[in-house]
Each structure stands twice: as structure tokens, then as C-alpha cells.
């Protein structure tokens, strides 16, 4: 745009012909012309490099070179008080001036970019992810232990938070007399300890309680609508309070029931036949992880392998049961189980 550079021009016209007339530091006129116009060139390239900054930039900048200015003239004064040359003082006065102001003007455009909404939204996003990232444990689940295993692989982010009262009802289950509740009080500390000790997750221990509160749970419930965590159990009854007032709820048994392998009527599959079972001629197996299976015609296959046809599933609040049928009619010999 030709009438901005001729208005620059003009500018640095003006600087270079009042440095002449006005001759500062007794310089000779054409020192001083030269003078005025490197100001006045100086001047002009950085006008030019506002022109190219932010408007967010160009406020913050503005705000850090007050801040800057302030800071300087609080500094000078504490100065004046001391018992420094007159010549000294100056020099150092200057210098304070000149480089807070510099400080200032530097750290405020360059955090001027947080002065804007989106980036404001964007900070508050991260604070509000942050902390639904957390995830308060509670006694059932670390005694469980399974949370240490998912935490092992990698499928488990954001921030483990252990609450102290959590930690006291666990001192006092492992502290029982009671041999089974000492068993797994002492499991649970050990489960934890591992669990610090993995440097793929954050454990933190909080001091937040609730005095007004009693018992675990309800303290739970408080810490995660305080935080804006989630809770992590395997208690029923937790699980439910925690829903009716809006806590979401990450249940390691949901979790268990959601990784066993799907089977439809029809399938076959082979299964190692343990015991009889409650009806005629029935034999009973488990699958690795733990789900019953119901053999119709097995109760002469127990200790021994065999396959069999998926006749049904049935999922109940307890967990999966599959009903199946062996037929002796087949011309497959059953296989041993192995020793």
C-alpha cells in the first residue's frame, strides 16, 4: 500500500530533520541527522512487526511492558535508599528500566496467545479432561488385585488416586484378628506397593477426607464429586449409590464379563469335565476364566476332555453360564487330560 510507505517515509523524515535541528549530545548536524534516521528506521520496523503480531500478542505485550515499567521504578526507588554514587545509581536505574521493560514486553507476547477464548477454552479443557482422568480406588478393588494386572497393560491412563481413608481401612483389615481379613488386608498393601512401584501409572496418595461423612463409600462418592474422578470398585452396593447420585463407576467385574469370549448356540468347544452335576447325567467344567459350564451326556466324560455343542448362554447378574451337549455318539475318542 503505497500511502503506508509514504507515511513511514515521512516519518523517518521527521526524525532525521529534528535530530538535526535539535542536535542532541552537541553532535554535528549530520551526526545528528543520521542519528534521527536510524530511530526513525528502528521505529518503523517495529511498527511493521505489530502490524504482523495478534491483537492477543500486541495486548499482552502491551500489559507486560507496564508490568515491566512498574517493576523498575519499585526497584530504583528501593535504590535511591541506598548509599550509592549518584553516577552509579543512574546507570544501574537505566539498566533495571530498560531490561524489565524489555522482560515484560517478551513474556507478554509471548503469553498473550492465553488471553484469547479459545485458548482459555482450551486450558479449561484440559483441566476439566484431567480430571476426569482420575480415578479413585476404593479398599474392595485393590485387595481384588486385578486392577494391578489391567494396569500392566497399559490399558489403564490418567492418575490413580488412593485416598488416606481408604489406606486406614486397609491398615485396619490387615491389622485384624480375624486370619482371613488379616490375609487379605496384607494382600491389598502389597497389591498397592506393586502398583507404585509400575512407572506406567501415577498413584497418588490424597489427604482429602470428609469428617461430616461417615463410611467409606459415601467419602468415595464426596472425593469424586469434589475431583471429578471416577471410581474404580468391584463393590455392588458401591457401584449402585455411586450411580443414583451421577458418580460414574468403572466396575472391574463389568470389565471381567465384557473380556469373556463370546459363544453362540451351535459352537463347539472343548472343555475338561470336573465333576457331576446337579442334575441326571450332567457333568460340570469351568473355562479359564472361571464361567460354568453346563455338559448334558457328561457325567461318565468326568477328568477327561471332550468336545461338546453350545446349546445355550445364560448371563445373570452373577456372572455367565453356557449349557452344552456331548454326544457319546461320536466317533471322536474323548482325549485325555494331560498331567
Known amino acids: 500500500m503505497p500511502e503506508i510507505w509514504l507515511a513511514r ?46 491483537a492477543y500478542r500486541v495486548i499482552g505485550a502491551g500489559i507486560g511492558f507496564t508490568a515491566g515499567i512498574l517493576a523498575a521504578l519499585m526497584a530504583s526507588h528501593l535504590l535511591s535508599m541506598t548509599s550509592l554514587d549518584k553516577h552509579s545509581l543512574s546507570y544501574i536505574q537505566v539498566v533495571l528500566l530498560i531490561f524489565f521493560a524489555y522482560l515484560g514486553a517478551v513474556t507478554g507476547a509471548a503469553k498473550g496467545k492465553l488471553l484469547s477464548p479459545a485458548a482459555r477454552a482450551d486450558v479449561l479443557s484440559a483441566e476439566t479432561q484431567a480430571a476426569r482422568g ?11 488385585g486385578r486392577i494391578s494386572d489391567v494396569c500392566e497393560t497399559g490399558f489403564v491412563e490418567g492418575t490413580l488416586v488412593i485416598p488416606q481413608f481408604v489406606l486406614r481401612e486397609l491398615q485396619a483389615v490387615a491389622d485384624s484378628s480375624d ?18 512401584k509400575m512407572g506406567s501409572i501415577d498413584v497418588q496418595i490424597v489427604e ?52 469373556k469370549p463370546v459363544v453362540l448356540p451351535g459352537e463347539t468347544m472343548r472343555v475338561f469335565i470336573l465333576k457331576e452335576g446337579k442334575e441326571h447325567n450332567q457333568g460340570i467344567a469351568y473355562l479359564d476364566d472361571g ?32 449349557f452344552g451337549r456331548y454326544d457319546d455318539r461320536a466317533r471322536s475318542e474323548p482325549v485325555p487330560q494331560s498331567s
Open 208 to 259: 482429602d477426607d470428609f469428617p461430616k461423612t461417615r463410611g467409606v463409600d459415601l467419602k468415595l462418592i464426596e472425593l469424586a464429586k469434589s475431583t471429578g474422578g471416577k471410581i474404580i470398585t468391584n463393590d455392588f452396593n458401591l457401584n449402585k449409590v455411586a450411580q443414583v447420585q451421577g458418580v460414574a463407576v468403572l466396575n472391574i467385574n463389568d470389565l471381567a464379563n465384557a473380556l
Open 9 to 54: 517515509a515521512v516519518f523517518v523524515l521527521f526524525f532525521a530533520a529534528s535530530s538535526y535541528h535539535l542536535h542532541p549530545f552537541n553532535w554535528s548536524s549530520g551526526e545528528s541527522a543520521l542519528l534521527g534516521g536510524i530511530l526513525g528506521v528502528l521505529l518503523v520496523g517495529f511498527e511493521m512487526r505489530l502490524q504482523r503480531a495478534g
Open 291 to 322: 464361567t460354568m459350564v453346563v455338559v448334558d451326556n457328561a457325567r461318565k466324560m468326568i477328568s477327561k476332555t471332550i468336545d461338546i455343542a453350545v446349546t445355550s448362554v445364560l448371563q445373570t447378574t452373577a456372572g455367565r453360564m453356557i
Open 134 to 144: 482420575r480415578k479413585i480406588l476404593d479398599t474392595s478393588v485393590i485387595i481384588d
Open 179 to 196: 486370619s482371613l481379613k488379616r490375609n487379605r488386608g496384607r494382600r491389598g498393601l502389597d497389591i498397592l506397593q506393586r502398583m507404585r
